[in-house]
């Protein structure tokens, strides 16, 4: 093996001293042992992983075929299909139909007509084929990602005489546990076998049981063989597996087999999650009922642009029930005005960086339990009790509840929405928002299950961040937020936590400056593209085809 390093230190041009020679050459031997040593290392097995196909990809054998087709053997039996109870299964597809109406008087005044929209139609038909194409790539990547063996179906064979954890077994990455539950019950024989088969780790054994051969020991297939059942039992106990294959989340795939029999279970295997834990405050320690700490637990976020008058009115109004909660203020206005006063921390953004950036900025930087999202012409009252609020999300694994907005007119609303989406095809998944909730909450009369609430409602602040509000949404956007934080959040909604909203309507001619440029933003004429920029995302990011309501 020649060595780069012999070059430039073996054959020195200037010529060298013997004691100077001898150490060279030990040093090139060293380098050229270290090489080997690292060359020998490399080769070992599971010491390179290729990323690029997922290590955790199904293994083939396990989805057979015939599990989705019917048997031969039962195809001459009769049936009749019940198309009420077929019509609630997914189907390969999808589409975004008007709910036939309820018929009922009065139908139409409070709940609005039923309504479809579709996606594709926002982009020009010479150019659909091309983002079709990306959304489609982009589209199973996204499930690659998103899915692991632990989803894996995994069907149990008739009268297997082997048992075993179906789910449970956990281990970190590269490290090892036991595999309790694995036992033989087997009729009488001359000898007992069992097999173990992993791909992404190796097994062992924690202690040697008399009158069991184990072979396969540090590898990925354990056989394990001896004429006396309870012993092969008792060495099943100490079975251990060790995580070779690093991933931070997925699960290896087990084949447990004896003779004539294959059973397969999943060990999971991924880091602990690191917990984000907040302190509460001093005093929502020691009695049990006694009044949260609001200002310990929660940060009230807003956004303003444009409407300083509105947000000192919002102030103000915090300040009298919530003098020492801190307040955070993204504010994306062209001639930013400071706003003065304790426990109130404002950001500046460019200039029209929008409705759901500045969101996401005032998030970022909460540092309680919990965050309130009000909007800038929102007033507090009595009636806004933040605590209830805080309340709930304490004692229920909610980890969003919203509360009620009054209008000037008296007019209260808590704009609950139940979400769904049906999986469709290559062409798009169905979205489909209907008003309403799932269940009451029991201890909580005045608050529901549902999925997407009103711009007043209280987070689990490291739930919210998760979610993340979209950048992209710059003008007029809520629901697209519980849109993206399906399946994260668990959304409640509460009538009697009431915030009032600011008149809005004013006679133009009484309007200030500010207010017909935040007019001129907030309410877009048709020309604008925010629904386009929307629509778009409906059918790039979240992989939507179209959207129905009433
Ligand atoms: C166990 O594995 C060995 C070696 O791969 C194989 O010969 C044998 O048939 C397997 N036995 C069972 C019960 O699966
Ligand atoms: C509530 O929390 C704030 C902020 O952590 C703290 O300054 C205040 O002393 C607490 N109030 C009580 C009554 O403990």
Redesign the pocket.
Known sequence: MRCGVSRSCCHSPVGMRPVQKSLCVLMVLTASLAFLYLHVWSQKPYSVVDLRNRPDRAPEQLLKDHLLVPDKKYAHIAFRIKEEILELLPKNSCKCEVEPSMNLPFQKHFFGHGWSLEFANVFNPAELPEINSMREQEYRRYRERSQSSADQLLIVQANSPLEYPAQGVEVRPLQTTLIPGLSLQAADRTLYRVNLTATMGTFDVAAEVDGVKVEGEGEMHLIMSGSQLDNLNRQMQFVTYTNTLFHPNTADIVQFSTDEHQASFAIRIRHLLTPRLYNP???SRGTPGAEY?V??LVTIATKTFLRYDKLQILIDSIRKFYP?VTIIIADDSQTPEHVQGPHIEQYFMPFGKGWFAGRNLAISQVTTKYVLWVDDDFIFTPRTKVEKLVDVLEKTSLNLVGGAVREISGYTSTYRQQISVQAGNEEGDCIRMRQGHHHSIEGFPNCVVTDGVINFFLARTDKVRQVGFDPRLSRVAHLEFFIDGLGLLHVGSCSDVVVDHAPKIKLPWLKTESEKQYAKFRYPNSSDNSVIVKHSLFYFKNHFKCMAGN
């Open positions: 405050g001093s005093s700490n200002s310990a020492t």
